[in-house]
């Protein structure tokens, strides 16, 4: 483990890898090994400033992925270590994932201040992984200044990612919705930046109508920071449109953040939020473990109408908070 820590701080891309991949572990006897190697993340005191958490998330088909691709070249550009976390959906029926989103970012990917790691949400809920928030800690340890987050998909649970980034974004397709439609959308009240991507050619002008109900739409949403008002841009991964400007506004956002407090006060929140995402799904995995095997008779019950749902699940909590 302490060959693995120093590795990873050094900056190895093969530790951070292989941390991440602790980190994602279902084996107990590895998680036991990546919670010790977060605690000795933590035990550790840095002087570098903290990394920009940046989520990018979007309907598929808007242009997630290339436009990661683009602003991450600019990052590099200017000096800047990035790291991408593409979080692909797993199969409901298999539980596979294809991984493929850094096929879509070949430039970034092949760049040596970048690092792209595809990982399967493993069919957990709010677009992002179970482990994301820890994978983020380890991409900062290993030297790492803007760590991007690119979700799932778009909707009311893909707010699980504003719970481990700084910044989340909403990548806009055009002709994909009017204002209306923006304000019902339960994400959009989580964003602090709407990008309308493919602003270039023929859909220039649909871009332009979109940026302007968004402005409108966002008008009847309360402000989310004293310093900053939702920004709302339009970009071309294609053509780098609005590129360089969405990183100077990505830049100012996070010191604005940071100067006014708001960053600490962000981060604290997020581990408190953590901390109980794991008591609850710890306790989910204890309660599975001791009722394997009471639990198929309740099944039987249920399905043949001798119990209901909520009385067969009482029964079980019932046994469950009994037994030692």
């Not at 190697?37 to 400033?49: F, H």
């Not at 304000?183 to 602090?192: N, Q, R, S, T, Y």
């Not at 493919?198 to 008008?219: C, E, H, N, P, V």
């Not at 394997?292 to 019932?318: C, F, H, W």
């Amino acid at each position: 483990m302490s060959e693995l820590f120093k590795s990873l701080v050094s900056g190895k891309r093969s530790a951070l890898a292989t941390a991440i991949t602790l980190v994602e572990s279902k084996s107990p006897s590895k998680r036991k090994l990546a919670t010790d190697l977060v605690q000795k993340l933590y035990d550790q005191s840095t002087e570098r400033p903290p990394a920009i958490r940046l989520a990018l998330t979007g309907s598929p088909g808007s242009g997630k992925s290339c436009l990661i691709e683009s602003l991450g070249l600019n990052f590099v550009e200017r000096g800047y270590k990035v790291a991408v976390l593409a979080i692909d959906p797993s199969s409901p029926a298999t539980g596979g994932s294809l991984l493929g989103d850094k096929t879509r970012m070949t430039n970034l990917a092949r760049h040596p201040s970048a690092y792209i790691r595809p990982s399967p949400s493993s069919l957990w809920l709010g677009g992002v992984t179970k482990a994301t928030g820890e994978s983020i800690m380890l991409c900062e340890a290993a030297g790492f200044d803007l760590i991007m987050v690119e979700t799932v998909g778009v909707g009311q649970s893909e707010g699980a990612v504003k719970h481990v980034t700084d910044i989340c974004s909403l990548v806009l397709s055009p002709n994909s919705g009017d204002e209306l439609q923006a304000l019902k959308k339960g994400i959009v009240e989580l964003c602090d930046f709407f990008l309308v991507n493919k602003a270039d050619g023929a859909s220039l002008s649909a871009a332009m109508r979109m940026k302007s109900d968004f402005i409108s739409a966002t008008k009847f949403m309360g402000r989310r920071h004293e310093f900053w008002d939702s920004a709302v841009q339009c970009v071309s991964a294609h053509t780098g449109k609005g590129i360089d400007e969405l990183a100077g506004t990505v830049l100012a956002y996070h010191e604005g953040l940071q100067s006014s407090g708001g960053l600490d006060k962000l981060r604290r929140k997020q581990r408190l939020t953590a901390l109980k995402r794991i008591i609850e799904d710890s306790v989910y995995e204890h309660f599975w473990t001791k009722m394997a095997n009471d639990y198929p008779e309740i099944e039987q019950l249920v399905m043949e109408r001798s119990l209901t749902p909520s009385k067969g699940a009482d029964k079980l909590l019932e046994k469950f908070l009994s037994s030692k």
